[in-house]
């Protein structure tokens, strides 16, 4: 698993990147998915071609028993940048083209395809995927964007976004300005 995945849910959990942290994340169930999928993905681009093979038949003995005990399937083919953080556990399933940098995921979240659909989907940096959310088909989904609790995306969302309800509606995403000193 890349550091910056354990430093950044350290960070977001107990408020600070320590080596203490970090170790205690080793007995959540959303760390041992994400560094199942760490490993997919370096397994698939090992050389010499048997060491590969025998990687890959590994990571996938480690997937589905990480499936079955976890209820989590980040698949290895998505190109998931660093900095992911899968927070919780259980019916979460991850099928992407691309998700960029510092990506969290909470339960019960579905990116997937749809039958006839020519791509899957492309997630930018700095996404939020809230419980219960499902993004389905050829979508692309902006950076800094957060897909509120329970819905449902099937058009694509751009940068600074707020999708919510089912099917999603879009609004910008409010940013806090600092308040004006008086005086």
Do not use: H
């Not at 350290?10 to 203490?20: E, I, N």
């Not at 976890?70 to 992911?84: C, D, E, L, R």
């Not at 707020?162 to 609004?171: F, L, Y």
């Amino acid at each position: 698993m890349k550091n910056n995945d354990l430093s950044r849910k350290a960070t977001f959990l107990y408020g600070k990147s320590t080596l203490g942290n970090k170790l205690a994340l080793l007995t959540q169930r959303g760390t041992w998915a994400v560094l199942v999928y760490r490993f997919g993905r370096f397994a698939g681009n090992v050389s010499p071609r048997p060491l590969g093979l025998l990687l890959k038949v590994m990571y996938f003995g480690l997937f589905y028993i990480t499936q079955m005990l976890t209820g989590i399937s980040i698949q290895a083919y998505a190109n998931i940048g660093k900095g992911m953080v899968v927070m919780n556990f259980s019916g979460i399933f991850v099928l992407a083209e691309k998700i960029g940098d510092n990506f969290t995921v909470y339960e019960g979240v579905t990116v997937g395809n749809i039958r006839g659909a020519p791509r899957l989907a492309i997630i930018g940096d700095n996404v939020t995927l809230e419980p219960g959310c499902k993004i389905l088909g050829d979508v692309t989904i902006g950076n800094n964007v957060v897909v509120r609790a329970n819905s449902l995306v099937l058009t694509d969302i751009p940068d600074n976004s707020i999708a919510m309800g089912n099917p999603a509606r879009i609004k910008p995403l409010e940013t806090v300005q600092p308040a004006e000193k008086q005086g």
